[in-house]
Structure formats: C-alpha cells, structure tokens
C-alpha cells in the first residue's frame, strides 16, 4: 500500500511539474485530483476545527458564540432567493470588524512601534562610534522618513520633495532586491524537498 | 643458586609488594573519594530554602483570563553555585484539585497562569527543586482574575487616532463643501484604464485575483473594494470578468460587490453568479486551477490584488507567460518583489489601500486619504525630533532634551 500512496504521489507530483513545458492532460487530471480532493479535506478540516471544535464544544460556556453560530445561520440564507439579502448582514458585521481591528493593529504596528524603533542617535560620545554604525542608523532614519514621504498622497512629488521621495522608493527597492533573493533561496528549499521525494522515496536513488 | 639469581629472587617480590600496596591505595582513595562525593551530594539534596514572598495579582488589562504571579527565588538559587535545579508551579482550584502548571528554569522569578476563568479562584505555590530534594513556598490566598472593559494602557493610541479620524472628518467635510482635494497620481492606478480597455480592444476575459486569505483580512476588503470600482467598468465595457477565489466568503462578497457594481452600471442582466468560483481553500490547488484558467482562457489583464504568500510569483510567472497587462498589489513585503519583478504595474502597500479612494475620486474617499496622510505627518515629525533630541542628548547630556524624549517615547508606546 506505502508502494502504491508513493508511485501515485510521484506521478502527480510529474503531473503538476509537466506545466512547465505546456498545459496538457496529465496536468489537467493532476490539477483536478488536487482541486477535488483539497476542497473536501478543507469542508471536513473546517467543519470539525470551527463548528465543533469552537463552537458545538464550547457553546454551554461562552454564550457569546450563539451570536456567531446566528450571523453563520444567516450566511445560509442566501441559499433562499427570497430572503438571500438578508446574508448582507453578516458580511457587513466580518466588513466592519475587520476594518476596525485592522486599523487599530496598522495605526499601533506601523505607525507607533516604527516610528518609537527608528529614533536613535547618529552621533555623540556614548554613541558607539563607527563609521558603519553611524552609517547604518542614518541609512535606517533616512530610508523610513523619505520613505513616508513617497506615500504621502497629498502632495505632488515635486522640487525637494520630490527627491526626497525618489531616495524613498529607490531604499524600498533595494529593500525588495535583498528579500527577493533571501525568499528565491527559501522556494528552492521547496523544489529540493520535492526533488529528494522523488530521488529518495520513489526512485530509491539517494540513500 | 648464583649471587645474582638470589639477587633478583629477592628484588622481584619486594616490587610485588611495593605494587600491590600502591594499588590498594590507590583504590582506598578513590573508594574514599566516591563516600566523600555521595556524602556531598546526599548533603545537598536534603536541604534548599523554598521561595519567599509569593504574590499572585491580575493581569492588567485582559478579559479576565491571565493572573500574574511574583516571588523571590530560594537563596539556594545563586549562579554557578546554586543548588537549585529548577521551579514548578502548581495551581489549586477552588474544588480543591492541585494542578502543575508551569517547570521553570533556575533564576525564574514570574509566572503568567493564563486561559483561566474569571468565575473561578485560584490559589497558587512555587516549589523550588534541587537533586531529590523539594521546597515549597506558602499557598496564596484564592484569587479570581478580572476583566477589565477599557484598557487604558492604550490611551496614547486612542488619543492619535482621535487626530487622524479628526482629519478625516474634517476633509471629508472639505470635499462636501466643493473644496478641491489634490491627491497625486499613482502610475498603477492610471493604469487600471488602460487595462480595461485592452481586454475591450483584444475581446479576452480580465482575470480577477483577490489573494489568499478570508474577509478578516483588511488586503481582502481593500481588493474588493477595488474590485467594485473596476466591474462598475467592465459592466460599462461588456468584457467578461473571471474570478477564481480561495475562501467561501470572499466568494459571497465578491458576488454582492460585483452585483452592486453591475446595478450601478445599469446593466444588472449582465451580471451572473458564474463569475466568481470558489476553487478550493487549499494553497497550491488554487494556484494550479488559476494556472491552468490563466493558459486555457488567455486573459488579456489580470489583477492580482490582496494578500498573496507563496503563489505570488507562480501567478505572477504565468499571467507573464500569457501575455497579460497584469496589475498587481499587496500590502505583504515578502511578496512585493515578485510581483515588481513580473507584474507591468505594482501597487506597494499603501497605495493598495489608497486605491479605491483614488479611482472613485468621490470627496468622501479623497478626505479619508488626506486623513490619513495626517497619520504619516505625525510619524515622520515624531521620527525627526526624536531622532535630534536623541542625538542632543548624546551630545550634551541635556537632561531637558532626556525629559523631551521620554515624553516623545511614551506617546508611541502601545
């Protein structure tokens, strides 16, 4: 049974891969039997982690969950045509709640922490002294004020401002070109641990 | 017997003897060495000082569910020298059943008991642990945790955004008033236009992405709000519009903003269900079924706009790979470089958020975003008097400029 789970593993795993030359039958089959099964391993993942689990188990000691299992009840109602507007409501509730517990966590996380982390000194006797520690802070300081600057809507980026604003997207985009290599060598760890599947676990290459 | 031979028949005992005496030594000692050292360890295993002056408080600011307890470590816990090996922490509830709840490392002196129940009490004690050895500390009186409706530690936070929901009012006010409000071109939303228009011109469908995660993420609600200004268009135009999503909500509310949309554009016969597919909550199965609607229906434009992880690039690649205008946006720093790398237009962040705004041009959205500017005013005044009294004080030693700071780090402490 391990024998046949790991030779249909590696040849969907083929199946997937074979996009890379061109759409074609074996990539559709492949895609379809990972759609298909993916989505009722989420209905059933779903149905025991949320509604059992957080709900069925606990509903006798947090009566607050009765006003969540409501606002789900109704979501089911656009399953009704007549009624189905009525499913607006819950959306409204999960549109407005998350407006507000987002905007309280950007305003503290964006605003507030960043702003405290980027005051520092950039020179001065008990400052530590080097070159490439008064360096580093100035390029901190520096690249996160001219960056609030490029996303200042209100003003056109202009004269010094707009400079200001071209040394802010051009310290972003140095940002990116770092963590685009750092995130392409984590996605190769991807492809190598699909690889070692394939040499170790099917083909028995690799010991 | 020759001289000699009696010589070394002499000799050769009396090195017999010497040994076996030095060995018999040698282990007596090492015999008396091992008594020493079980006696030493016996010795300290039998006697260790508990922990002292164990307090038990609620935790500040929760929704009764978290109590904090303090103690002083046993003066048998000292570095390097210390008999301590460790602390438990034991819980008592008010049925009387004693529960162990925390193992501690020497030098601890604080505990968080948390997920507990604020209709319960519970008494707590500390014991300190040495090599077969225990103390324990006095058990506390019972105690319930208590939840607490405002968290006033938050107040700076409240009082900034006070300032900017002030400024947003006060433009939003502006623009009823016809008050032209200037907001600066952003290229990825002049852009939106165009790529409509070459799906119109080419007759292909616009792909529409909306990211990965469900409707409690604000990237999720920016792109559907994005997406009720660009199908109020496509209804306009009569293109195809193609929405594959990831979570069921998001699938009910792009249906309703579609719908919306399509009404506003007098055109709601046009609308249909089959425009947005719920395709599977699973990552990597979505990203293979969009791939594939990607390469079999040949989109003229897509959009990638929301929270996007690891398919960033993939969707990024084969949108490419078609020939699409592709417009892509999210708020996800990881991400951002693929998209810039692959995309014809990426909007960074902020400028996700601003989107909507931006393309309805209406005075109520325009004075949100000018608000909202107010909020980057204050960080970036805040980041330039930080940093010079900071640098004054290095200088100087001023204590006037130290006062100035405290103050300046306290507002933007949450």
Known sequence: ?207 | MSLSQRKSFSVFPAIQFIIIIALTFVLSVNSFAQEATDDTTSVTSVIIAPPTNLLVEDFEYDDGEKLNLIWTPSIDDQPQVGKVTGYQVFRVTNDDVTTKIAELMPGANNFTDQELDKDSTYSYYVTAIANGAEASSVTTSPISPQREWVNFGLTNLFVIALIIGGAIFYFIEMGKRGKKLFVRKIAGLEAVDDAIGRATEMGRPILYIPGIHDMDDVQTLASLTILGRVAEQIADYDIKIRMPVARSLVMTAARETIKASYQAAGRPDAYSDDMVSYITDEQFGYVAAVDGIMVREKPATVFLLGAFFAESLILAETGNHVGAIQIAGTARPAQLPFFIAACDFTLIGEELFAASAYLSNEPKALGALKGQDVGKIIAAAAIIAGVLLETVIQLTDSESAATLLGYLRQAFTT
């Not at chain 1, 040849?11 to 990972?34: M, P």
């Not at chain 1, 059992?52 to 947090?62: E, M």
């Not at chain 1, 607006?88 to 405290?116: E, H, Y």
């Not at chain 1, 401002?161 to 290599?181: E, K, L, P």
């Open chain 1, 1 to 207: 049974m391990d024998h046949f789970g790991i030779w249909l593993a590696a040849f969907l795993t083929l199946g997937i891969y074979s996009f890379l030359y061109r759409d074609n039958a074996w990539y559709k089959l492949s895609e379809s039997i990972f759609i298909g099964i993916s989505a009722g391993y989420w209905v059933v993942i779903l149905f025991w982690d949320n509604f059992y689990a957080k709900f069925w188990l606990q509903r006798q000691d947090d009566p607050m969950l009765w006003v969540g299992a409501a606002l789900g009840f109704l979501m089911l109602l656009r399953l009704i045509p007549k009624i189905g507007w009525i499913a607006r409501w819950p959306l409204a509730f999960i549109d407005g709640a998350t407006a507000g517990l987002w905007g309280m966590n950007f305003l503290a996380s964006n605003i507030m922490v960043q702003t405290k982390a980027t005051i520092m000194p950039l020179m001065g006797p008990a400052f530590s002294g080097s070159i490439g520690d008064l360096l580093s802070n100035l390029v901190l300081v520096g690249g996160t004020f001219c960056g609030l600057i490029y996303f200042f809507f209100s003003k056109e980026h202009k004269g010094a401002f707009g400079n200001a604003a071209r040394v802010g997207i051009w310290t972003i985009m140095i940002t990116f070109g770092a963590m685009f290599g750092y995130t392409v060598m984590s996605r190769m760890s991807l492809l190598i641990g699909r690889i070692d599947f394939l040499f170790r676990d099917w083909l028995g290459l690799l010991k």
